[in-house]
């Protein structure tokens, strides 16, 4: 029994630590998708959850180099503010909470349109979260660290032989409906010369005649 009891404390404190590390990761400030195609539009969501107790009321991200953010999905007491380059690309956005912000245990989503880079490869958002009591977290570390940047991997667009397979189709079936369409007015082009043609050779043959018939009455 003394046994059984040690194995079930065991269990439940694994299942503790597990659950307590979930909680912690789960805390991140997150971009998603996490996965994406390279040279394509892509709608990203912003997952902001609070960690302290205390609210959010300010978040800032930083735009990875190669992504071009066009427009942002308005969030309902928040305002926000665009920041540009010399080029005047939007290089980072930063959300103002008009009210009392991201409560604790509570998590709020932004959402922003944008064109991926033409290239595969890692995007790094940079985000830095603002709260109430003036506790500063920059979300710019690594991979595995206490406060890691959101990061999207950004796939190769390869196409699939379904793809491939309806190019070749749809370029059949182009290629069949110009031979079509060039066959038409030939065909239209042939009937109306021989029309136009016909009324010329009969008058040459009755000038022919006229002219025989002539001959024949001056001999």
């Not at 079930?8 to 694994?14: G, I």
């Not at 991200?61 to 953010?69: T, W």
């Not at 308005?74 to 290089?91: Q, S, V």
């Amino acid at each position: 029994m003394k046994m059984n009891w040690n194995k079930w404390a065991s269990s439940l404190a694994v299942a503790g630590a597990l659950l307590t590390f979930a909680g912690t990761a789960s805390a991140h400030v997150t971009v998603w998708p996490k996965e994406t195609k390279a040279n394509s539009y892509e709608r990203y969501t912003v997952r902001v959850p609070v960690e302290k107790d205390s609210n959010t009321i300010k978040v800032r991200l930083e735009f990875p180099a190669g992504v071009k953010v066009g427009t942002v999905l308005p969030a309902p007491g928040w305002t926000y503010e665009w920041e540009k380059d010399a080029d005047g690309r939007f290089k980072a956005i930063t959300w103002t909470a008009t009210a009392d912000g991201i409560k604790p245990h509570e998590f709020m989503e932004f959402g922003l349109s944008a064109k991926n880079p033409a290239e595969p490869g890692t995007l790094t958002w940079n985000a830095t979260q603002t709260y109430a009591d003036g506790t500063v977290v920059e979300w710019t570390g690594a991979a595995g660290s206490d406060t890691p940047a959101p990061t999207v991997a950004v796939k190769e667009a390869a196409q699939t032989a379904d793809d491939h397979a309806d190019e070749h189709k749809a370029a059949g079936n182009s290629g069949n409906n110009e031979a079509g369409q060039a066959a038409a007015p030939a065909a239209q082009n042939s009937s109306s010369s021989t029309g136009s043609t016909l009324p010329l050779v009969l008058s040459g043959l009755a000038l022919l005649i006229s002219v025989i018939s002539l001959f024949r009455k001056k001999a």
